[in-house]
C-alpha cells in the first residue's frame, strides 16, 4: 500500500496543488466581487437609506439567473468567455474562471443575509447621527457582520472544493479530476479513497481554520 | 425652536392607506422639555421621527430652528441632524463597538479629527456617568447605562434639540428615574430643547414643562404640564392623568357614607393655603379625609383630596359655597341624605 501510495504521490501533489489554486482563486474574486455585490443588495433594499428598487430587482435577477444554473452546464457554458479571456479552457486558471462567477454570487448572497440579522435600529440611529451612507457601510454594517462574512467565506470555500472536483473533470486538473481518471474511470479502488480522505481533510482543515478565524474578529 | 405646521403622514400600501399623523401642529420652544403622551399606535412615533426626517412627512413643514428640513438635499439634512440628538426605546448601539467607539461614531460622522474624538467622547462619556465603561461592549451594560451610551452619543455634536423615542419604556422605574434626572440635568446645564414621547403619565408629569396628547393621529389637548395635570379637558387627558392621581373611593366605602363625598382640587396658591381648617372652623360640619395627596409638578403644588362632609344640610350646604368661592370647581361625588330630603322638601 506504501508502494501505491509512493506511486500516487507527485500527481497527488500536482492535483492538490492545483485545487489550491482553483480554490483560492474563486474565493479572492468571490471576496472582492460578491462582497460589494451582497452589500449592494442589502443597502438598497426596501425602508434602507439606500432603498432602489430597481437596482435591486436587476442585481437580484442576475444573481438568481447565476445561481440557477448547475454548476457543470455554467462550466460549459462559459468556455467561449474563457478563452476569450486566457486563451484556453483547460488548467486549473481556465477553471477557476467559472469557480469564481458561481461563486460571486454565492457569496453576495450569504453577505446579503448577514447583513439582514443587523438590528435596523442600529442603521437607524447612525442615520439620526447624520452618517453619510458610505461611513454606515464602512463603519456600522462592516464590523457587525465581520464574523458573518468569514463563517460566509468558509461555506464558499467548501462548496468552491466540491466544485472544482465537477470543474477537474472537464480538464481542469485538481483532485477531484484525479479521483474520476483512476478511481472511476480504471476502478482503481485504492487512488478513489486517497483522494476522498484529502478532500475530507481539506474541508475540515477550511472550517476549523474559518470557525477559529471568525471567532477570533467577533467582538462584543 | 421646533415649529411643526399642519403635518401628515400617510401610509399607503395595497391593504389601504394607514394615516399616521393626521395634521399635526407644535411649536416647542426653545430650551423646553415637551413631552408627546398617547398610547401606542396613537402616530407619537411617527410624529418625532417626522422630526428628524427619519420617516419623511407626506404633507406639512418641519422647521428646526428656522430651517425647513423638508427643502434640504440629503447632504444638507446630514449635517442638519447632527445637531439633533436622537435616543430610542432599544438603544441602538452597535455591539462590535466599545462605549466610546459608539460615542465617537457620531462625531465622525461630522467629520471630527481622531485627537479631537477621543477627547469629546471621554468628556460625554464623564457626563453621562460612565468613564469607567469606557472599553466595555454593549453586551456587558445593564439598560439604563446603554440608554447612557446613547445619550452620550446622541449629544456628541453638540446638538440643539434631543428626540427621545420612548426612551425610557424599556426601563424599571428606578433606572427610569435616574435616566429622566439625567436628562434634566443635560436640559438645565446645556440648555438643551428635549422632545420625549411616551405612554408613561409619570414620565411627562417628572420632567415635561409642557405636553401633548395623541389620539389616532391627532393632538387631543397641548399645553403646560400643570394645567394639564389641573384641569384636563379631554376624556383621554383624563385617563392618563388617572394613571398617576387615581382617586377612586372603593365602593363600599361609597355606599355607607353618611354625607356629602366632594373631590376637592387645590390648584397654585390655593394649595398653600389653609383652606380645609378655615372651612372646618367657620361651618358646623365635620370633615373626614377619605383620600388625598399632593403631587408636585414642575415644582408647584397640585393636591387633590376627597372629602366626607357630615352635619346639618344647611351647614354642609355653606361649607360647599365658601369651598366654590374660594376653589372654583367643586365636584360633588355624592349627596348626603339628609340634603336629598331637605331638597326634596323644598321642591
Given at each position: 500500500m506504501l508502494d501505491q501510495l509512493i506511486n500516487l504521490w507527485p500527481e497527488l501533489n500536482k492535483s492538490f496543488i492545483e485545487t489550491l489554486i482553483m480554490v483560492s482563486i474563486g474565493l479572492v474574486v468571490a471576496l472582492i466581487a460578491g462582497l460589494p455585490l451582497g452589500l449592494l443588495l442589502f443597502v438598497t433594499e426596501k425602508d434602507l437609506f439606500l432603498e432602489n428598487k430597481w437596482i435591486k430587482s436587476v442585481t437580484g435577477v442576475i444573481v438568481n439567473l447565476v445561481r440557477s444554473v448547475p454548476f457543470i452546464i455554467l462550466l460549459v457554458f462559459l468556455f467561449p468567455f474563457t478563452n476569450l479571456l486566457l486563451g484556453t479552457t483547460t488548467g486549473p486558471v481556465a477553471a477557476s474562471v467559472s469557480l469564481s462567477v458561481a461563486a460571486i454570487p454565492f457569496y453576495a448572497r450569504i453577505v446579503e443575509s448577514s447583513a439582514r440579522d443587523i438590528d435596523r435600529g442600529v442603521i437607524e440611529a447612525a442615520i439620526a447621527c447624520g452618517a453619510s451612507p458610505w461611513l454606515i457601510i464602512k463603519d456600522i454594517i462592516f464590523p457587525e457582520i465581520k464574523s458573518g462574512l468569514i463563517s460566509g467565506l468558509t461555506i464558499t470555500a467548501i462548496s468552491l472544493i466540491g466544485y472544482s472536483a465537477m470543474a477537474g473533470a472537464i480538464g481542469g486538473g485538481g483532485i477531484g479530476d484525479l479521483a474520476i481518471r483512476?478511481?472511476?474511470?480504471?476502478?482503481d479502488n485504492f487512488v478513489m479513497f486517497t483522494t476522498v480522505i484529502l478532500l475530507i481533510v481539506m474541508v475540515q482543515v477550511v472550517q476549523y481554520i474559518g470557525d477559529l478565524a471568525a471567532k477570533s474578529v467577533k467582538k462584543g | 425652536m421646533i415649529s411643526i405646521e399642519k403635518l401628515s403622514k400617510i401610509y399607503t400600501s395595497k391593504e389601504g392607506t394607514v394615516i399616521g399623523v393626521n395634521d399635526v401642529s407644535l411649536d416647542i420652544k426653545q430650551g423646553e422639555i415637551f413631552g408627546v403622551v398617547g398610547?401606542?399606535?396613537?402616530?407619537k412615533s411617527t410624529l418625532i421621527r417626522c422630526m428628524n426626517i427619519l420617516e419623511r412627512p407626506t404633507s406639512g413643514k418641519v422647521m428646526m430652528d428656522g430651517i425647513d428640513l423638508m427643502s434640504l438635499s440629503s447632504k444638507e439634512l446630514r449635517k442638519a441632524r447632527q445637531s439633533i440628538g436622537m435616543i430610542f426605546q432599544g438603544f441602538h448601539l452597535a455591539m462590535s463597538k466599545t462605549v466610546v467607539e459608539n460615542v465617537s461614531f457620531a462625531l465622525k460622522a461630522a467629520g471630527v479629527g481622531r485627537v479631537e474624538r477621543k477627547k469629546r467622547a471621554e468628556k460625554l462619556l464623564d457626563l453621562v456617568g460612565l468613564s469607567d465603561k469606557?472599553?466595555?461592549?454593549?453586551?456587558?451594560?445593564?439598560g439604563g447605562q446603554k440608554q447612557r451610551v446613547s445619550i452620550a452619543r446622541a449629544l456628541a455634536n453638540n446638538p440643539k434639540v434631543l428626540l427621545c423615542d420612548?426612551?425610557?419604556?424599556?426601563?424599571d422605574p428606578h433606572t427610569t428615574q435616574s435616566i429622566l434626572k439625567l436628562l434634566k440635568k443635560i436640559n438645565s446645564e446645556l440648555g438643551l430643547t428635549i422632545v420625549l414621547i411616551t405612554h408613561e403619565m409619570e414620565v411627562v408629569k417628572e420632567i415635561c414643562d409642557r405636553c401633548a396628547v395623541m389620539e389616532e393621529g391627532r393632538v387631543v389637548e397641548e399645553g403646560n404640564t400643570y394645567d394639564i395635570f389641573a384641569a384636563p379637558k379631554n376624556d383621554l387627558t383624563k385617563r392618563f392623568i388617572q394613571t398617576v392621581i387615581d382617586f377612586t373611593i372603593p365602593e363600599v366605602l361609597f355606599d355607607k357614607s353618611e354625607g356629602t363625598i366632594v373631590h376637592l382640587k387645590f390648584t397654585g396658591e390655593t394649595a398653600g393655603e389653609a383652606i380645609v381648617s378655615d372651612l372646618l372652623q367657620h361651618h358646623k360640619v365635620r370633615g373626614n379625609i377619605l383620600h388625598g395627596k399632593v403631587d408636585y409638578i414642575q415644582n408647584q403644588a397640585l393636591g387633590t383630596f376627597v372629602m366626607e362632609l357630615t352635619g346639618e344640610a344647611k351647614e354642609v350646604r355653606g361649607a360647599l359655597n365658601s369651598l366654590r368661592s374660594t376653589l372654583g370647581d367643586v365636584e360633588v361625588l355624592k349627596n348626603a341624605r339628609s340634603i336629598d330630603q331637605s331638597m326634596a322638601r323644598a321642591e
Amino acid at each position: 500500500m506504501l508502494d501505491q501510495l509512493i506511486n500516487l504521490w507527485p500527481e497527488l501533489n500536482k492535483s492538490f496543488i492545483e485545487t489550491l489554486i482553483m480554490v483560492s482563486i474563486g474565493l479572492v474574486v468571490a471576496l472582492i466581487a460578491g462582497l460589494p455585490l451582497g452589500l449592494l443588495l442589502f443597502v438598497t433594499e426596501k425602508d434602507l437609506f439606500l432603498e432602489n428598487k430597481w437596482i435591486k430587482s436587476v442585481t437580484g435577477v442576475i444573481v438568481n439567473l447565476v445561481r440557477s444554473v448547475p454548476f457543470i452546464i455554467l462550466l460549459v457554458f462559459l468556455f467561449p468567455f474563457t478563452n476569450l479571456l486566457l486563451g484556453t479552457t483547460t488548467g486549473p486558471v481556465a477553471a477557476s474562471v467559472s469557480l469564481s462567477v458561481a461563486a460571486i454570487p454565492f457569496y453576495a448572497r450569504i453577505v446579503e443575509s448577514s447583513a439582514r440579522d443587523i438590528d435596523r435600529g442600529v442603521i437607524e440611529a447612525a442615520i439620526a447621527c447624520g452618517a453619510s451612507p458610505w461611513l454606515i457601510i464602512k463603519d456600522i454594517i462592516f464590523p457587525e457582520i465581520k464574523s458573518g462574512l468569514i463563517s460566509g467565506l468558509t461555506i464558499t470555500a467548501i462548496s468552491l472544493i466540491g466544485y472544482s472536483a465537477m470543474a477537474g473533470a472537464i480538464g481542469g486538473g485538481g483532485i477531484g479530476d484525479l479521483a474520476i481518471r483512476y478511481g472511476y474511470y480504471r476502478y482503481d479502488n485504492f487512488v478513489m479513497f486517497t483522494t476522498v480522505i484529502l478532500l475530507i481533510v481539506m474541508v475540515q482543515v477550511v472550517q476549523y481554520i474559518g470557525d477559529l478565524a471568525a471567532k477570533s474578529v467577533k467582538k462584543g | 425652536m421646533i415649529s411643526i405646521e399642519k403635518l401628515s403622514k400617510i401610509y399607503t400600501s395595497k391593504e389601504g392607506t394607514v394615516i399616521g399623523v393626521n395634521d399635526v401642529s407644535l411649536d416647542i420652544k426653545q430650551g423646553e422639555i415637551f413631552g408627546v403622551v398617547g398610547y401606542s399606535g396613537a402616530g407619537k412615533s411617527t410624529l418625532i421621527r417626522c422630526m428628524n426626517i427619519l420617516e419623511r412627512p407626506t404633507s406639512g413643514k418641519v422647521m428646526m430652528d428656522g430651517i425647513d428640513l423638508m427643502s434640504l438635499s440629503s447632504k444638507e439634512l446630514r449635517k442638519a441632524r447632527q445637531s439633533i440628538g436622537m435616543i430610542f426605546q432599544g438603544f441602538h448601539l452597535a455591539m462590535s463597538k466599545t462605549v466610546v467607539e459608539n460615542v465617537s461614531f457620531a462625531l465622525k460622522a461630522a467629520g471630527v479629527g481622531r485627537v479631537e474624538r477621543k477627547k469629546r467622547a471621554e468628556k460625554l462619556l464623564d457626563l453621562v456617568g460612565l468613564s469607567d465603561k469606557a472599553n466595555q461592549f454593549p453586551a456587558q451594560l445593564s439598560g439604563g447605562q446603554k440608554q447612557r451610551v446613547s445619550i452620550a452619543r446622541a449629544l456628541a455634536n453638540n446638538p440643539k434639540v434631543l428626540l427621545c423615542d420612548e426612551a425610557t419604556s424599556a426601563l424599571d422605574p428606578h433606572t427610569t428615574q435616574s435616566i429622566l434626572k439625567l436628562l434634566k440635568k443635560i436640559n438645565s446645564e446645556l440648555g438643551l430643547t428635549i422632545v420625549l414621547i411616551t405612554h408613561e403619565m409619570e414620565v411627562v408629569k417628572e420632567i415635561c414643562d409642557r405636553c401633548a396628547v395623541m389620539e389616532e393621529g391627532r393632538v387631543v389637548e397641548e399645553g403646560n404640564t400643570y394645567d394639564i395635570f389641573a384641569a384636563p379637558k379631554n376624556d383621554l387627558t383624563k385617563r392618563f392623568i388617572q394613571t398617576v392621581i387615581d382617586f377612586t373611593i372603593p365602593e363600599v366605602l361609597f355606599d355607607k357614607s353618611e354625607g356629602t363625598i366632594v373631590h376637592l382640587k387645590f390648584t397654585g396658591e390655593t394649595a398653600g393655603e389653609a383652606i380645609v381648617s378655615d372651612l372646618l372652623q367657620h361651618h358646623k360640619v365635620r370633615g373626614n379625609i377619605l383620600h388625598g395627596k399632593v403631587d408636585y409638578i414642575q415644582n408647584q403644588a397640585l393636591g387633590t383630596f376627597v372629602m366626607e362632609l357630615t352635619g346639618e344640610a344647611k351647614e354642609v350646604r355653606g361649607a360647599l359655597n365658601s369651598l366654590r368661592s374660594t376653589l372654583g370647581d367643586v365636584e360633588v361625588l355624592k349627596n348626603a341624605r339628609s340634603i336629598d330630603q331637605s331638597m326634596a322638601r323644598a321642591e
